[in-house]
């Protein structure tokens, strides 16, 4: 090696199209001895010094105006450390060279990010404070195959892409560099000129923080110390638990009264967390708080998949969140999107100048009805990224379980389309196999390196084995929104009580599926928004019936079965639809006596009663938990089932939807004794008219029903009972004595 590279090469260095610097830069060995070579423009003069004495060893000769350094070192012949002194116009700096330090991504590392197959990808890509050879610096390392050439830069250098270009392993297209002295809290983005020759700056997709819109750099952050998992938290996620979700978007919870601000994730902690355990919840799910571009699209479109928003704060702020939540006892589960990304040019989308993270025919790649783009799922670094960022959130952060946003439209290419504007599969069919290979890995992932965290699946369709696991071909869900009984009972809730008779079936039909996945049902954010109406503005008739009919429907809801979630604002009623853009109407609980109020108890209560009660949650996947009493009486609208667990508890639910009260109604019940009125939605005290049972009624020896026992209740209007048989007391010693006698 000659002591100045090729005319070729050093234009090529200067002019920022270099793929590999460290051929050039850095020190080297050549047949005249070791030489040191710097770019480092608008610097004056360069010194070589010796790390270990700090004295002067050689004084490099500018070689090129533009910043290129190069000087022999006389009587040098092994490599050493060293240190540049580099004199500016106004100032002088000892700095460490970048470019003397060796590749970063061990053999490992680098076969397994190729492969799709390394669990954490977080933990070599991106930015990482770290120490080489007791240096401080920052270790930065970018997937970018079919870029020519990739520079750091950053407030440290100016933004400069000439300052610190990046080595290329040519073996997975990853790029990657130390800089020494940087620090975390710095900006940084990545420039890139793209396999199109053209300069871009990229955002780098592994960014742990993000400046928030309209800011778009990355800013360097440790990565998250890991969050042991928890035997009481995993054991809240299970099908046996009652597990009550209360959905929140953290920008409209709440918000500052005198400027209509956001709360911060510190505020949420001390403000949310309380609230949700006093309504007796067990779980928070957060709408997307991955960075996004637009506050319109309430996290959906995200594009900084590894940082929290920092428009509530930084990951601190957020870890802080978690502990508070896990202290009170609530699991929190995060509404993740693996399903789509948006085209910023500062992101993902055209990341080298290919379709590197998305499909490239836009059949494929584009989705009509979000415009955003599709993840190439069948792409070995794509997976990784995106699995890896599952179980980034649950290892770093303490998440307990994603809900995945828009299954259906990932595993079916004809999603949203017409005849022509999809392209089939392998073997002509509409399933995305990739797609559907994605979910299972990820799936079976997380269950082998966070067991006892969950995965719920938003999948709109009848797509078979949603909660099956992988290695039984199904997609390893652990549960599935029912969308289709949100849409039937809705529609049933909707209709003037006069008409119900007729549409009977829509309360009943969910029965006949409920078992072939583990539900959760679900009121989300998604039915309140659009024109689609307030859960209350949904119901038919006058004020006192609204609110009548909604405690009605919300008593069936938590009795039925299933895990149950209610977007906020729905547990008190609120009129207007959900705006994204400003808080709740929390002022609709102002004093005492409202009608909202009552509906706020009531919530509480359900949840409460839920929990308390192990018939209604123990057995909500399973058919054994479940049987019918009253299941054809169209003509009063009337409902009565009865839930179990393995013990023998049982809870009898009776539903009235019509305002009429039903006096001396004749139910079956399998044992004697005295039946608790344990919950009625048409209580006084959740603002009803108080009809009821007094508290409860004794059974009689009638049959009906096919039971040998039945009791005669009074069934309020618009309203939901549950009964349980009182427990018997012990028998007496006397009594137990003497019927030993006898």
């Given at each position: 090696m000659s002591v100045l590279p090729s005319s070729q090469m050093l234009q090529q260095l200067l002019a920022g199209h270099c793929a590999d610097p460290f051929s050039i830069l850095g020190m080297h060995q050549t047949s005249k001895g070791l030489v040191v070579r710097a770019l480092l423009p608008d610097a004056t003069s360069?010194?070589?010094?010796?790390?270990?004495?700090?004295?002067?060893?050689?004084?490099?000769?500018?070689?090129?105006?533009?910043?290129?350094?190069?000087?022999?070192?006389?009587?040098?012949?092994?490599?050493?450390?060293?240190?540049?002194?580099?004199?500016?116009?106004?100032?002088?700096?000892?700095?460490?060279?970048?470019?003397?330090?060796?590749?970063?991504?061990?053999?490992?590392?680098?076969?397994?990010?190729?492969?799709?197959?390394?669990?954490?990808?977080?933990?070599?890509?991106?930015?990482?404070?770290?120490?080489?050879?007791?240096?401080?610096?920052?270790?930065?390392?970018?997937?970018?195959?079919?870029?020519?050439?990739?520079?750091?830069?950053?407030?440290?250098?100016?933004?400069?892409?000439?300052?610190?270009?990046?080595?290329?392993?040519?073996?997975?297209?990853?790029?990657?560099?130390?800089?020494p002295g940087v620090q975390a809290g710095q900006l940084y983005k990545f420039e890139l000129i793209d396999a199109h020759g053209n300069t871009v700056l990229k955002a780098d997709p592994y960014a742990f923080e993000a400046q928030m819109r309209p800011d778009t750099a990355s800013l360097v952050t440790p990565l998250p110390d890991k969050v042991p998992p928890d035997a009481k938290r995993s054991a809240a996620n299970q099908l046996n638990a009652p597990v009550s979700i209360y959905e929140v978007h953290l920008g409209s919870w709440r918000r500052h009264s005198d400027n209509n601000f956001w709360l911060s994730y510190r505020?949420?902690?001390?403000?949310?967390?309380?609230?949700?355990?006093?309504?007796?919840?067990?779980?928070?799910?957060?709408?997307?708080?991955?960075?996004?571009?637009?506050?319109?699209?309430?996290?959906?479109?995200?594009?900084?998949?590894?940082?929290?928003?920092?428009?509530?704060?930084?990951?601190?702020?957020?870890?802080?969140?978690?502990?508070?939540?896990?202290?009170?006892?609530?699991?929190?589960?995060?509404?993740?999107?693996?399903?789509?990304?948006?085209?910023?040019?500062?992101?993902?989308?055209?990341?080298?100048?290919?379709?590197?993270?998305?499909?490239?025919?836009?059949?494929?790649?584009?989705?009509?009805?979000?415009?955003?783009?599709?993840?190439?799922?069948?792409?070995?670094?794509?997976?990784?990224?995106?699995?890896?960022?599952?179980?980034?959130?649950?290892?770093?952060?303490?998440?307990?379980?994603?809900?995945?946003?828009?299954?259906?439209?990932?595993?079916?290419?004809?999603?949203?389309?017409?005849?022509?504007?999809?392209?089939?599969?392998?073997?002509g069919g509409n399933h995305n196999l990739e797609a559907i290979d994605f979910l299972r890995y990820t799936n079976k992932t997380i269950g082998e390196q966070r067991p006892g965290a969950v995965t719920m699946a938003e999948e709109s369709t009848d797509f078979p084995g949603v909660t099956l696991p992988p290695d039984a071909n199904g997609l390893g869900f652990h549960y599935k929104w029912n969308m289709g009984w949100m849409h039937d009972t809705l529609d049933y809730m909707k209709l003037d009580p006069v008409h119900r008779k007729y549409h009977h079936n829509l309360m009943t039909f969910g029965l006949l599926y409920a078992w072939s996945e583990n539900f959760v049902l679900a009121l989300s954010h998604d039915e309140v928004v659009h024109g689609k109406r307030s859960m209350l503005d949904k119901m038919p008739g006058d004020a006192w019936q609204k609110f009548a009919n909604l405690r009605a429907y919300y008593g069936f809801m938590w009795a039925h079965p299933g895990k149950k979630l209610l977007f906020m604002g729905c547990e008190f009623a609120q009129g207007r639809e959900w705006n994204f853009e400003t808080s709740l109407d929390w002022h609709l609980l102002e004093g005492e006596d409202s009608w909202h109020n009552g509906v706020q108890r009531l919530v509480r209560d359900l949840n409460h009663c839920y929990r308390d009660y192990p018939a209604l949650h123990r057995w909500d996947c399973d058919a054994r938990g479940f049987h019918w009493r009253v299941v054809d009486d169209h003509e009063n609208s009337v409902f009565a089932f009865v839930r179990r667990d393995e013990t023998g508890n049982e809870v009898l639910v009776v539903s009235n939807f019509t305002p009429v009260p039903r006096e001396h109604y004749r139910i079956g019940v399998e044992h004697a004794g005295h039946y608790q009125e344990i919950m009625n939605t048409d209580s006084y005290y959740y603002h009803g008219s108080n009809f009821g049972n007094q508290g409860g009624v004794d059974s009689q020896s009638v049959g009906s029903h096919g039971c040998q026992y039945s009791i005669e209740i009074a069934v309020p209007p618009l309203a939901t009972l549950y009964l349980q048989l009182a427990p018997q007391p012990a028998p007496s010693s006397e009594a137990v004595s003497d019927a030993k006698t006898r």
């Amino acid at each position: 090696m000659s002591v100045l590279p090729s005319s070729q090469m050093l234009q090529q260095l200067l002019a920022g199209h270099c793929a590999d610097p460290f051929s050039i830069l850095g020190m080297h060995q050549t047949s005249k001895g070791l030489v040191v070579r710097a770019l480092l423009p608008d610097a004056t003069s360069v010194q070589v010094l010796d790390r270990k004495t700090t004295r002067m060893v050689a004084q490099l000769d500018l070689i090129d105006e533009r910043g290129f350094f190069t000087g022999l070192l006389p009587r040098r012949k092994n490599p050493f450390d060293y240190l540049l002194n580099v004199a500016w116009n106004d100032h002088q700096q000892i700095i460490e060279d970048p470019y003397r330090f060796g590749p970063l991504l061990g053999e490992v590392d680098n076969w397994l990010l190729t492969e799709g197959k390394h669990l954490r990808p977080y933990e070599s890509l991106g930015a990482h404070p770290t120490h080489l050879a007791d240096i401080s610096g920052v270790s930065f390392a970018v997937w970018a195959p079919n870029a020519q050439r990739v520079s750091v830069v950053g407030e440290f250098n100016f933004w400069d892409g000439r300052r610190h270009p990046m080595r290329i392993r040519q073996e997975s297209g990853i790029w990657e560099l130390f800089i020494p002295g940087v620090q975390a809290g710095q900006l940084y983005k990545f420039e890139l000129i793209d396999a199109h020759g053209n300069t871009v700056l990229k955002a780098d997709p592994y960014a742990f923080e993000a400046q928030m819109r309209p800011d778009t750099a990355s800013l360097v952050t440790p990565l998250p110390d890991k969050v042991p998992p928890d035997a009481k938290r995993s054991a809240a996620n299970q099908l046996n638990a009652p597990v009550s979700i209360y959905e929140v978007h953290l920008g409209s919870w709440r918000r500052h009264s005198d400027n209509n601000f956001w709360l911060s994730y510190r505020e949420m902690a001390e403000q949310l967390v309380p609230y949700v355990k006093d309504m007796g919840f067990t779980h928070i799910e957060l709408l997307p708080i991955n960075e996004h571009p637009f506050d319109g699209s309430w996290g959906y479109q995200p594009l900084g998949m590894y940082a929290p928003t920092r428009r509530f704060g930084t990951p601190e702020d957020f870890r802080y969140f978690m502990d508070k939540a896990h202290e009170a006892g609530i699991n929190v589960l995060l509404d993740w999107v693996p399903g789509h990304f948006p085209s910023d040019t500062w992101g993902l989308a055209e990341f080298d100048g290919t379709d590197l993270y998305e499909y490239s025919d836009p059949r494929e790649g584009y989705h009509q009805d979000w415009n955003t783009l599709i993840y190439n799922y069948s792409r070995y670094e794509v997976r990784n990224f995106l699995a890896g960022n599952a179980l980034y959130w649950m290892e770093r952060y303490g998440i307990d379980g994603l809900r995945v946003d828009a299954v259906a439209s990932m595993i079916h290419r004809d999603y949203s389309r017409k005849e022509g504007e999809w392209i089939p599969n392998c073997f002509g069919g509409n399933h995305n196999l990739e797609a559907i290979d994605f979910l299972r890995y990820t799936n079976k992932t997380i269950g082998e390196q966070r067991p006892g965290a969950v995965t719920m699946a938003e999948e709109s369709t009848d797509f078979p084995g949603v909660t099956l696991p992988p290695d039984a071909n199904g997609l390893g869900f652990h549960y599935k929104w029912n969308m289709g009984w949100m849409h039937d009972t809705l529609d049933y809730m909707k209709l003037d009580p006069v008409h119900r008779k007729y549409h009977h079936n829509l309360m009943t039909f969910g029965l006949l599926y409920a078992w072939s996945e583990n539900f959760v049902l679900a009121l989300s954010h998604d039915e309140v928004v659009h024109g689609k109406r307030s859960m209350l503005d949904k119901m038919p008739g006058d004020a006192w019936q609204k609110f009548a009919n909604l405690r009605a429907y919300y008593g069936f809801m938590w009795a039925h079965p299933g895990k149950k979630l209610l977007f906020m604002g729905c547990e008190f009623a609120q009129g207007r639809e959900w705006n994204f853009e400003t808080s709740l109407d929390w002022h609709l609980l102002e004093g005492e006596d409202s009608w909202h109020n009552g509906v706020q108890r009531l919530v509480r209560d359900l949840n409460h009663c839920y929990r308390d009660y192990p018939a209604l949650h123990r057995w909500d996947c399973d058919a054994r938990g479940f049987h019918w009493r009253v299941v054809d009486d169209h003509e009063n609208s009337v409902f009565a089932f009865v839930r179990r667990d393995e013990t023998g508890n049982e809870v009898l639910v009776v539903s009235n939807f019509t305002p009429v009260p039903r006096e001396h109604y004749r139910i079956g019940v399998e044992h004697a004794g005295h039946y608790q009125e344990i919950m009625n939605t048409d209580s006084y005290y959740y603002h009803g008219s108080n009809f009821g049972n007094q508290g409860g009624v004794d059974s009689q020896s009638v049959g009906s029903h096919g039971c040998q026992y039945s009791i005669e209740i009074a069934v309020p209007p618009l309203a939901t009972l549950y009964l349980q048989l009182a427990p018997q007391p012990a028998p007496s010693s006397e009594a137990v004595s003497d019927a030993k006698t006898r």
